[in-house]
């Protein structure tokens, strides 16, 4: 069996949506730097990608936060 038939059987519709969604949002993040900044390309995709993965730590550190502190008031 080769890894994209593993992937093809393994993988659900959400999973390849969010996969397609997730490329698109780069793309369009990569031509919105370009084309408003007049950045290069080169700048353009380094911040699509790490705009995202920024976005992502603070989100798991406000869960970190939030649940911490829901503990303490909740006792």
Same mark, same amino acid.
């Given at each position: 069996? &080769?890894?994209?038939? &593993?992937i093809? =059987?393994?993988m659900?519709d #959400? =999973?390849a949506?969010? !996969?397609?969604y &997730?490329?698109?949002?780069?793309? !369009? @993040? ?5 084309? !408003?900044t ?5 700048? @353009? &995709?380094?911040? @699509? =990608? ?5 976005? @992502? =730590? ?9 649940f911490?502190y829901?503990?303490?008031? #909740?006792?």
């Amino acid at each position: 069996m &080769t890894i994209i038939n &593993t992937i093809k =059987l393994k993988m659900s519709d #959400s =999973l390849a949506l969010t !996969i397609i969604y &997730t490329v698109g949002h780069f793309t !369009i @993040a990569v031509l919105c730097v370009y084309f !408003i900044t007049g950045a290069s390309l080169q700048l @353009a &995709t380094i911040d @699509a =990608l790490v705009e995202p993965l920024l976005n @992502a =730590l603070w989100l798991y550190v406000l869960h970190k936060v939030y649940f911490k502190y829901k503990k303490n008031y #909740s006792s």
